[in-house]
């Protein structure tokens, strides 16, 4: 079995949690979210929007998020992430993943405002110098968050194809009523996610471990397959 170049890249990303403060393009930028533009859409939709933020924008939003979570403001999630309530297998791998990134950071299982800490680095988009807002229109089916999960991979890899890292923030859409009214979007836009987009550091421990996939018998069946 031959090992394509998008093998390679796919076997490459990972989740960036520390990023160096060089500086991303406009260029680069453009290119990576016109490359995600791309992805296949039932009936060409394209769903979705990015708004993509630097400096003194990307500096506001995370202040008004930081100034949100120092007054306690509750959370509003605009979707439902995950199943409600976690099946046992589903909730052994969030444990595993939690673990794994904490043991890096050097955070305890017990330190629960040193795990806080960390979490909160989530709206900080982990101090990337990009940070892009994924909205999707109201009212669109469950097959269009599909066609803008695909969207979301081809950023990944196009991002990844130019040497950059990008890591999704979910919990961004916890908060998706203040992020639209800060950045002006449209009120029938929801907040599915955040991306973090730059160099990584390749010197920092959060970026030294990996999460671990399932064996492919757990998740896939070959039939009528010969050798």
């Known amino acids: 079995m031959t090992q394509t170049d998008v093998d390679r890249l796919l076997a490459q990303r990972q989740s ?24 296949p859409s039932g009936g060409n939709l394209q769903p979705g929007h990015f708004t993509a933020l630097t400096g003194a924008p990307l500096n506001g939003l995370k202040g008004t998020l930081a100034d949100a979570i120092a007054d306690g403001r509750p959370q509003i999630d605009g979707y439902s992430y995950f199943p409600d309530p976690m099946p046992p297998q589903f909730k052994a791998r969030q444990r595993g993943a939690g673990y794994a990134l904490y043991e890096a950071l050097g955070v305890a299982r017990r330190d629960l405002p040193g795990r806080r800490a960390q979490f909160a680095r989530n709206y900080a988009f982990f101090d990337a110098p990009v940070g892009i807002v994924v909205t999707i229109e109201q009212g669109m089916g469950k097959g269009c968050y599909m066609d803008l999960g695909m969207a979301l991979m081809a950023l990944f890899m196009a991002a990844q194809g130019r040497g950059l890292a990008a890591t999704g923030i979910g919990a961004l859409a916890s908060y998706g009523d203040l992020v639209r009214s800060h950045l002006s979007l449209p009120d029938d836009h929801t907040v599915v996610c ?6 990584a550091d390749p010197a920092a421990p959060v970026n030294q471990f990996r999460t671990d996939r399932a064996e492919f ?10 050798g």
Do not use: C, K, M, N
């Open 16 to 39: 960036v949690r520390a990023f160096l403060t060089a500086p991303v393009t406009a260029a680069d930028v453009s290119a990576i979210l016109t490359s995600a533009r791309l992805a």
């Open 217 to 226: 018998d757990e998740y896939a069946q070959l039939r009528g397959f010969e």
């Open 194 to 199: 955040g991306i973090a987009l730059g160099y």
